[in-house]
C-alpha cells in the first residue's frame, strides 16, 4: 500500500465522520465552510435535484424546476489497472444517493467508485473498494459551471414568464 491509497483508505472511513462534523458546525451556528473541500462537497449535493432523466413534478405550467444532461461529464478519473472511466452527472447522482462523498486532508473530493461506473458493471465488482479522488480546483471550475447553468435556466424561464404576462396585459 502506498501513501495514496493509504490517504484513500482512510478519508473512505472517515466520510461519515466529515459528514457529522459539516451538519454539527452548521447546527450550532458555526461556519464549516472555510474546510478545505467543504464548498465543494455540499456543491456535490446541491445538483441533485436537477439531475434527474424526467422533470420533477411541478403545481402547475408556470413552475419551473431546471434541469441538466445526465450525461454530462463531471471529469474522467483514473482506475487502478490505469484505463480512464468518466464521472457522468447520473453516475454521480447514484454514488451521492447510495454512497458517500469523503474529503483528503488537502479538500480533494474522494467519491465511491459508483461515480465512474454503471450500476450493473458496479454490481459485477468483486474489489469495490476504488475510490474517484477529484482534483479540488477542477471539481470546483465544473461545479461552477453547472450551478451557473442551473442559474441560467431559471432566469431564462422567468424572464420567459414575465414577459408573457406584460404582453397579456
Not at 483508505?9 to 465552510?33: D, R
Not at 452527472?89 to 454512497?99: G, T, V
Given at each position: ?158 424572464n420567459k414568464l414575465v414577459q408573457e404576462c406584460e404582453e397579456c396585459k
Amino acid at each position: 500500500m502506498n501513501k495514496t491509497e493509504l490517504e484513500n483508505i482512510i478519508s473512505y472511513n472517515n466520510h461519515a465522520v466529515t459528514m457529522a462534523q459539516i451538519a454539527v458546525n452548521l447546527l450550532e451556528g458555526k461556519n464549516p465552510l472555510n474546510g478545505c473541500g467543504v464548498r465543494e462537497l455540499l456543491a456535490l449535493y446541491l445538483l441533485v435535484p436537477y439531475i434527474t432523466n424526467k422533470r420533477l413534478d411541478v403545481p402547475a405550467a408556470n413552475y419551473n424546476v431546471p434541469q441538466l444532461d445526465m450525461k454530462t461529464v463531471l471529469t474522467k478519473v483514473r482506475f487502478k489497472n490505469g484505463s480512464l472511466s468518466e464521472v457522468t452527472l447520473d453516475n454521480l447522482r447514484n454514488a451521492l444517493c447510495h454512497s458517500f462523498v469523503a474529503l483528503t486532508e488537502k479538500g480533494d473530493l474522494i467519491l465511491d467508485d459508483r461515480a465512474s461506473l454503471d450500476r450493473k458493471t458496479h454490481d459485477s465488482l468483486s474489489d469495490k473498494g476504488f475510490c474517484n479522488r477529484l482534483e479540488i480546483g477542477k471539481t470546483r471550475n465544473k461545479l461552477l459551471a453547472l450551478h451557473k447553468s442551473i442559474l441560467k435556466q431559471q432566469a431564462e424561464f422567468n424572464n420567459k414568464l414575465v414577459q408573457e404576462c406584460e404582453e397579456c396585459k
